[in-house]
């Protein structure tokens, strides 16, 4: 299916209500990899992280959509 392992995982997703004044807390999965940035206007600056936190991150803001 290529570079993704799936259609979503081209996607970033917001966390929280957490950030600073250029942006907000992201994450991502892309090639199989876990990754986190604060965005910086429109740049992101990803940082591997393990899928542990992903999946930790991914479940805290589903329980905030309810």
Do not use: H, T, V
Not at 33 to 54: G, H, R, V
């Amino acid at each position: 299916m290529g570079f993704f392992d799936k259609e979503e995982d081209k996607l970033e997703r917001e966390i929280g209500e957490i950030g600073n004044f250029y942006g907000s807390l992201y994450i991502k999965k892309d090639g199989g990899k876990y990754y986190w940035s604060i965005a910086m206007q429109d740049i992101f600056n990803w940082e591997e992280i393990p899928e542990s936190l992903y999946d930790e991150l991914n479940e805290f803001e589903d329980s905030r959509k309810g």
